[in-house]
């Protein structure tokens, strides 16, 4: 969107998504197939002990760094991906703007 003004923000583009759009929706997509799958992981819940939030950060870092910051990127690019495949083969793409119909 900005970067048919300000041509610098194109460096900001680390993923190289086709589109703002694309990314947008992609990025909603993996959204909500993440609440989905986290959705069963609810009824089960998790037993907690009493401990310091600096220990329990310790504890988790290492988890936390490797599925919920690098899974993102993955999945919101396979997502474009795939959508840009889409619309490529002919495919319906939701990203473009219908015509209004001529009388």
């Known amino acids: 969107m900005f970067v048919a003004f300000y041509p610098q923000l194109q460096a900001l583009n680390l993923m190289h998504l086709q589109t703002p ?10 959204h909500a197939a993440i609440i989905v799958a986290l959705i069963p992981a609810c009824p089960r819940g998790c037993s ?7 220990a329990l950060l310790v504890r988790n870092l290492p988890h936390l760094r490797s599925r919920w910051l690098i899974v993102p990127f993955i999945g919101i690019k396979l997502i474009d991906n795939g959508h840009h495949r889409r619309s490529l083969a002919g495919g319906h793409d939701m990203l473009k703007r219908s015509a209004p119909p001529s009388s």
């Open 48 to 54: 907690t002990a009493p401990t310091g939030a600096s």
């Open 21 to 30: 759009q694309s990314a947008i929706l992609s990025a909603i997509i993996f």
